[in-house]
């Protein structure tokens, strides 16, 4: 059974950066193509990012495009996303999880427990 554990949120002013850390259980990381998404109080849970099995592609959120960038460390089993230029309507709890990249990035796991990024003002 997979595991996903998020980290890396917090508390930061607009115009900030973070970078979050999913580490993935189980064997097969390297054939999972991977994303992240995110829900924020009040809204359903949105797609973020994702990344190809072999890093080779990666597609994001319009509205992340320029800001956001994910990446991956396969020998570690990791996934990352590295925000920049955070604004207040980032603010929401993040999660990772392997996604099916060709049908519109569905998420193919459970939930892991996310972490919370709060974007002040």
């Known amino acids: 059974q997979v595991q996903l554990v998020e980290s890396g949120g917090g508390l930061v002013q607009a115009g900030g950066s973070l970078k979050l850390t999913c580490i993935v259980s189980g064997r097969t990381f390297s054939s999972y193509s991977m994303g992240w998404f995110r829900q924020a109080p009040g809204k359903e849970r949105e797609f973020v990012a994702a990344?190809?099995?072999?890093?080779?592609?990666?597609s994001y959120a319009d509205s992340v495009k320029g800001r956001f960038t994910i990446s991956r460390d396969n020998a570690k089993n990791t996934v990352y996303l590295m925000m920049n230029s955070l604004k207040p309507e980032d603010t929401a709890v993040y999660y990772c999880n392997a996604v099916s990249y060709n049908n519109n990035y569905s998420p193919v796991h459970g939930w892991g427990q996310g972490t919370q990024v709060t974007v002040s003002s």
């Open positions: 990344i190809r099995w072999s890093g080779s592609t990666t």
